[in-house]
Protein backbone atom coordinates (compact mmCIF):
# COMPACT_ATOMS: atom_id res chain seq x y z
CA UNK A 1 0.00 0.00 0.00
CA UNK A 2 1.30 3.28 -0.76
CA UNK A 3 0.20 6.93 -1.17
CA UNK A 4 2.38 9.68 -2.46
CA UNK A 5 1.22 13.50 -1.94
CA UNK A 6 3.49 15.95 -3.80
CA UNK A 7 3.96 19.89 -3.74
CA UNK A 8 2.86 19.82 -0.28
CA UNK A 9 1.30 23.59 1.00
CA UNK A 10 3.06 24.58 4.10
CA UNK A 11 2.08 24.32 7.14
CA UNK A 12 -0.11 20.99 6.27
CA UNK A 13 -1.87 18.79 8.30
CA UNK A 14 -2.30 15.31 6.53
CA UNK A 15 -4.33 12.29 7.81
CA UNK A 16 -1.96 8.79 7.20
CA UNK A 17 -4.08 6.71 5.03
CA UNK A 18 -4.12 3.73 6.78
CA UNK A 19 -2.53 4.90 10.37
CA UNK A 20 0.95 3.98 11.55
CA UNK A 21 2.37 0.44 12.19
CA UNK A 22 5.89 -1.59 12.45
CA UNK A 23 6.96 -1.30 8.67
CA UNK A 24 5.42 2.08 7.72
CA UNK A 25 7.61 4.32 6.00
CA UNK A 26 6.91 7.76 5.60
CA UNK A 27 9.03 9.10 2.66
CA UNK A 28 9.47 13.39 2.77
CA UNK A 29 11.56 14.95 -0.23
CA UNK A 30 12.19 18.80 -0.38
CA UNK A 31 14.56 21.37 0.33
CA UNK A 32 14.82 23.88 2.62
CA UNK A 33 14.80 27.84 1.31
CA UNK A 34 18.29 29.19 1.40
CA UNK A 35 17.53 31.68 4.23
CA UNK A 36 15.99 28.89 6.82
CA UNK A 37 15.78 28.88 10.30
CA UNK A 38 13.90 25.89 11.20
CA UNK A 39 11.36 23.53 9.72
CA UNK A 40 9.47 21.03 11.49
CA UNK A 41 7.73 17.43 10.65
CA UNK A 42 5.93 16.02 13.25
CA UNK A 43 3.89 13.03 13.77
CA UNK A 44 0.56 14.20 15.68
CA UNK A 45 -2.68 12.74 17.02
CA UNK A 46 -5.43 14.78 18.49
CA UNK A 47 -3.25 17.79 19.59
CA UNK A 48 -0.41 15.97 20.86
CA UNK A 49 2.72 15.45 19.14
CA UNK A 50 4.17 11.62 19.27
CA UNK A 51 7.50 12.74 17.79
CA UNK A 52 8.15 16.01 16.71
CA UNK A 53 11.54 16.15 14.50
CA UNK A 54 12.94 19.75 14.42
CA UNK A 55 15.53 20.59 12.22
CA UNK A 56 17.43 24.07 13.83
CA UNK A 57 19.92 25.29 11.35
CA UNK A 58 20.25 28.35 13.75
CA UNK A 59 21.46 26.30 16.33
CA UNK A 60 23.04 23.41 14.13
CA UNK A 61 20.71 20.20 15.59
CA UNK A 62 17.60 18.65 14.94
CA UNK A 63 15.42 18.14 18.19
CA UNK A 64 13.33 15.59 18.58
CA UNK A 65 10.92 15.67 21.22
CA UNK A 66 7.03 14.93 22.08
CA UNK A 67 4.54 16.84 23.40
CA UNK A 68 1.40 15.27 25.17
CA UNK A 69 -1.58 17.28 27.16
CA UNK A 70 0.39 20.53 26.60
CA UNK A 71 4.16 19.56 27.98
CA UNK A 72 7.07 19.25 26.08
CA UNK A 73 9.39 16.31 27.27
CA UNK A 74 12.88 15.29 27.15
CA UNK A 75 15.10 16.94 24.09
CA UNK A 76 17.42 15.04 22.03
CA UNK A 77 19.51 17.05 20.27
CA UNK A 78 22.59 14.53 19.28
CA UNK A 79 24.13 13.91 15.51
CA UNK A 80 24.53 17.81 14.85
CA UNK A 81 22.92 18.96 11.62
CA UNK A 82 23.66 17.18 8.18
CA UNK A 83 20.83 18.75 6.69
CA UNK A 84 22.02 22.22 4.73
CA UNK A 85 20.00 25.71 4.01
CA UNK A 86 19.15 25.89 0.41
CA UNK A 87 19.68 21.99 -0.67
CA UNK A 88 17.39 19.42 -1.27
CA UNK A 89 16.93 16.44 0.74
CA UNK A 90 15.05 13.31 1.53
CA UNK A 91 14.11 12.17 4.66
CA UNK A 92 12.90 9.12 5.55
CA UNK A 93 11.01 7.39 8.89
CA UNK A 94 10.43 4.27 9.10
CA UNK A 95 8.39 2.91 12.40
CA UNK A 96 8.77 -0.12 14.47
CA UNK A 97 7.08 -1.50 17.22
CA UNK A 98 9.59 0.16 19.83
CA UNK A 99 11.06 3.06 17.95
CA UNK A 100 11.15 5.56 14.51
CA UNK A 101 14.46 4.74 12.51
CA UNK A 102 15.48 8.01 10.77
CA UNK A 103 17.59 8.29 7.29
CA UNK A 104 18.66 11.55 5.78
CA UNK A 105 20.15 11.52 2.50
CA UNK A 106 20.29 7.69 2.52
CA UNK A 107 22.11 7.59 5.65
CA UNK A 108 21.45 6.78 9.21
CA UNK A 109 20.71 9.43 11.19
CA UNK A 110 19.37 8.43 14.45
CA UNK A 111 16.33 6.70 16.55
CA UNK A 112 13.61 7.72 18.27
CA UNK A 113 11.95 5.29 21.13
CA UNK A 114 8.37 5.81 20.94
CA UNK A 115 7.25 7.89 23.69
CA UNK A 116 3.60 7.76 22.99
CA UNK A 117 2.53 4.06 21.40
CA UNK A 118 2.39 4.38 17.61
CA UNK A 119 -0.89 3.06 16.60
CA UNK A 120 -2.47 6.52 17.91
CA UNK A 121 -0.67 8.68 15.14
CA UNK A 122 -3.23 10.12 12.99
CA UNK A 123 -1.35 12.67 10.90
CA UNK A 124 1.99 14.08 9.51
CA UNK A 125 1.97 17.80 10.21
CA UNK A 126 5.13 20.06 8.20
CA UNK A 127 5.46 23.47 8.93
CA UNK A 128 8.00 27.11 8.94
CA UNK A 129 10.89 27.26 6.47
CA UNK A 130 10.47 24.48 4.26
CA UNK A 131 9.26 23.37 0.78
CA UNK A 132 8.05 19.55 0.36
CA UNK A 133 8.28 18.10 -3.34
CA UNK A 134 6.93 14.89 -2.08
CA UNK A 135 5.42 13.13 1.11
CA UNK A 136 4.88 8.71 0.61
CA UNK A 137 3.49 6.73 2.67
CA UNK A 138 4.87 3.49 2.19
CA UNK A 139 4.18 -0.28 3.66
CA UNK A 140 1.76 -2.87 4.33
CA UNK A 141 0.11 -3.43 7.92
CA UNK A 142 0.74 -6.37 9.37
CA UNK A 143 -2.26 -8.86 10.54
CA UNK A 144 -4.28 -7.47 12.98
CA UNK A 145 -3.87 -10.31 15.27
CA UNK A 146 -0.09 -10.15 15.10
CA UNK A 147 0.13 -6.37 15.68
CA UNK A 148 -2.09 -6.73 19.44
CA UNK A 149 -0.51 -9.36 20.23
CA UNK A 150 3.64 -7.59 19.43
CA UNK A 151 1.82 -4.01 21.11
CA UNK A 152 1.59 -5.91 24.52
CA UNK A 153 4.93 -7.07 24.78
CA UNK A 154 6.28 -3.36 24.03
CA UNK A 155 3.97 -1.45 26.03
Not at 25 to 32: D, E, S, W
Not at 83 to 110: A, P, Q, S
Request: hydrophobic content about 35%; charged content about 20%; glycine content about 10%.
Amino acid sequence: MSTTINHVAIPSSIFIPGGMFPGRIVRVKGRTPHGARRFGLDFQYNNDIAFHFNPRFTDGHIVRNHYISGSWGNEETSGGLPLRRGHRFEIVFVCHYDRFKVMLNGEHFTDFIHRVPFHRITHFTVGRDIIITEIDFEGTPPPTDYLVLSEENVF
